[in-house]
Each structure stands twice: as C-alpha cells, then as structure tokens.
C-alpha cells in the first residue's frame, strides 16, 4: 500500500502565497508522475499542475505563471509553490501520484490520491 500524506494548506488573503506538500510512503518501487488536482462542491475535479519523473511539467492555464510544481524524489514528495492567490483558486487540493509497487510478487503501476487539504483565498 501506498500512504500519500499532505500538509500546507490553510486560509490565506488574496495576492498571498501558500506551499503545499505531498509525501508518498510505502511499498513504493518506483513514482511515474505526481500531480496536484483541486475540486470545489458541485464540480469536477480538475488538473492544477503535474510533474512527470523527469521533471517535465503541466499546468491549467488559469494557474500558469502562478504556480510551480517541484518533486523531491528521493524523499518521494512533490510540492506545489501557490503564489499571487485568487479567490477562485479557494478549493480542495488532492495530490495525485502514480506508483509502481511491488504487489503478490509482481511490479504494478496504481494510481493514489491523498486526503484533500483545504485552501481557502479570501477576497
């Protein structure tokens, strides 16, 4: 099993700054990409940026120049650095990591997301 534990999130005036952080532990053989989603109530969850293993980047045109997203790997983190906040940018944010892991003997890809941390921009 995978574990996906995230910190950093919080209540923060708009233009204000705020750093995320996601840290996967477990039977971990590997991490393909990881990524950050966000969702707010009554709408789908939605792409914010994601990081592939070698470093290559993606993000949502609404939060491009604005956020940056980092991995450490071999502390098998990835970060999200939020900066010039908008009210619109208030949601839940979901790290996302696709892993391989060593599962009945074998190597298998999964997909894990961790609890949601609350980011609340306020106008």
């Known amino acids: 099993q995978v574990q996906l534990v995230e910190s950093g999130g919080g209540l923060v005036q708009a233009g204000g700054s705020l750093r995320l952080s996601c840290a996967a532990s477990?039977?971990?053989?590997?991490?393909?990409?990881m990524g950050w989603y966000r969702q707010v109530p009554g709408k789908q969850r939605e792409l914010v940026a994601a990081?592939?293993?070698?470093?290559?980047?993606n993000y949502a045109d609404s939060v491009k120049g604005r956020f940056t997203i980092s991995r450490d790997n071999a502390k098998n983190t990835v970060y999200l650095q939020m900066i010039s906040l908008k009210f619109e940018d208030t949601a839940v944010h979901y790290c996302?990591?696709?892993?391989?892991?060593?599962?009945?003997?074998?190597?298998?890809?999964?997909?894990?997301w961790g609890q949601g941390t609350q980011v609340t921009v306020s106008s």
């Open positions: 990081i592939t293993s070698d470093g290559s980047t």
């Open positions: 477990g039977s971990i053989f590997s991490i393909n990409a």
């Open positions: 996302n990591v696709e892993a391989q892991v060593l599962r009945f003997a074998t190597i298998q890809t999964h997909s894990y």
